[in-house]
């Protein structure tokens, strides 16, 4: 092993040790205090709830809909596909970032109350145009993704639900994400396994009908989704830079996909076996099932996720923002807040003004999802390892089911490709023209989505 590769591997270890004393620090000298166990959460344990949390969410809901869409034997193989895909890119996404904290730990850099984030490594890597690319891509996602979270939790609950998500402001950063990551998770298996109960015990409606696919414009406006499902990972560098050993990142997303397998295809097999083509006029799976004790605490469950889940979309934006108004190093934490206020009420607003963000969901994901978490990564680690210098000298080693540069290339061109012909190219074309069918539809501070018209307003 070369000297300089045993300085850099030093250099990790020397920043591990760091971050370990700062975080005994932060929970004054008392393991077992209610403080450290609730709020200091840096494990990999924290760092698969938080990355298993994010990852489901509503769009459990929604699966069962592009089932229909799609047909059930493609609807299984494409989430296993995109979860893989997704799980891969991820690790791309931690290689780099180990590679940017390296190389400036090297230079004497230091993070102390500063947050790494996925811009910052781009910048760090490859420049400051990769860097405004990150930054557009990151933050146009993150901003429509907490817009999205508030309009789902229901029209009447928006104003209610948004001065809730507030309090977000509050929490400094996934570092302080212990709890809600673990009630989170458990938030969405119950409801996962409420959805997969309940259906089966229902039994098939009579007549049913599994005719899907019968449109392209709906295969891959279905198959957009399930993109968009495996595509949690825009918040990826800070949920590492929130560990306390962030190089045990690497496998943790793909262990989180392989859990929420066990959430998303048994609960959207079974709803889609029960009803059927029914699904393709019913976009929320709790529309079919019957009203009971269980899907209400179903219903509950997943407002509060909505909680959580906009958390998680707006506190890299809080991040940004932070950088930008001088603030991100104050340690007071009403400070803070007080300073990410002008992020979150805008966010609010959005969602009061424009409760038809439903059609544009898939829209979201083959525009923005496509590039953010599977192109830009995949095209990033090419560039920063093309030379053989870089390769050399890489911080990471390569992995072990994958021992080649040559094969790594490979794997990245392929998903570059496949991304932006499947996913934005085709995906795009069928979100788009699903967009401009429904467009009359929608109306700015409506009361509803596709409201029933008035019976005033049918006489004219």
Not at 227 to 242: D, K, P, Q, R, S
Not at 432 to 439: A, G, P
Request: charged share 10%; net charge neutral.
């Amino acid at each position: 092993m070369s000297s300089e590769k045993q300085a850099e591997e030093a250099i990790v270890s020397s920043l591990n040790e760091t971050m370990e004393h700062e975080e005994e620090d932060q929970g004054d000298n008392s393991v077992f205090s209610v403080k450290s166990l609730l709020w200091h959460g840096g494990s990999v344990y924290d760092a698969w709830f938080s990355c298993a949390s994010n990852q489901v969410a509503q769009v459990l809901l929604t699966l069962p809909y592009s089932f229909s869409q799609m047909g059930m034997l493609s609807g299984i193989i494409l989430q296993v596909f995109y979860g893989v895909l997704g799980s891969w890119t991820a690790y791309l996404i931690s290689v780099l970032y180990i590679e940017y904290r390296t190389r400036k730990e090297k230079e004497n850099v230091s993070f102390k109350n500063h947050v790494i984030q996925w811009f910052e490594v781009l910048d760090g890597l490859l420049g400051p145009y990769w860097k405004a690319i990150g930054l557009a891509f990151n933050c146009t996602f993150l901003l429509f993704g907490s817009v999205i979270q508030l309009i789902a939790c229901a029209r009447t609950w928006t104003y209610i639900f948004g001065a809730c998500c507030a309090t977000t402001v509050f929490i400094p950063s996934f570092h302080n994400y212990r709890i809600w990551s673990f009630l989170g998770l458990g938030m969405t298996t119950y409801t996962a396994w409420y959805l997969t109960i309940a259906a089966l015990v229902h039994g098939q409606v009579e007549g049913v009908t599994h005719q899907g696919p019968t449109k392209l414009v709906l295969y891959f406006t279905g198959a957009t989704n399930i993109l968009y499902t495996f595509g949690g990972h825009a918040v990826t560098v800070e949920i590492m830079h929130a560990m306390w050993k962030p190089q045990k990142f690497k496998y943790i997303y793909l262990l989180a996909t392989l859990y929420v397998f066990t959430l998303t295809i048994p609960s959207a097999s079974a709803v889609y076996w029960a009803f059927g083509d029914q699904l393709l006029n019913h976009s929320n799976a709790f529309s079919l099932l019957p009203h009971s004790a269980w899907r209400d605490a179903a219903v509950i469950l997943m407002l509060i996720h909505q909680f959580i889940t906009f958390g998680f979309a707006c506190t890299p934006l809080y991040f940004v923002w932070e950088k930008v108004v001088g603030m991100h190093d104050t340690k007071s934490i009403c400070l803070r807040a007080v300073s990410r206020l002008p992020v979150v009420i805008p966010i609010w607003f959005l969602a009061i003004i424009f409760p038809f963000f439903g059609p544009i969901n898939s829209a979201v994901g083959s525009l923005l999802v496509s590039f953010t978490v599977y192109i830009i990564p995949a095209l990033a680690h090419m560039l920063t390892y093309k030379s053989a210098s870089a390769r050399k000298n890489a911080a990471e080693k390569l992995p072990c089911f994958l021992p080649s540069w040559t094969a790594i290339y490979a794997v990245n061109t392929a998903i570059v490709i496949w991304v932006f012909v499947v996913g934005f190219g085709l995906g795009g074309w069928a979100s788009m023209t699903n967009f401009i069918k429904q467009v009359d539809t929608f109306g700015l501070f409506a009361k509803c989505y596709q409201c029933p018209p008035s019976p005033s307003s049918k006489h004219h």
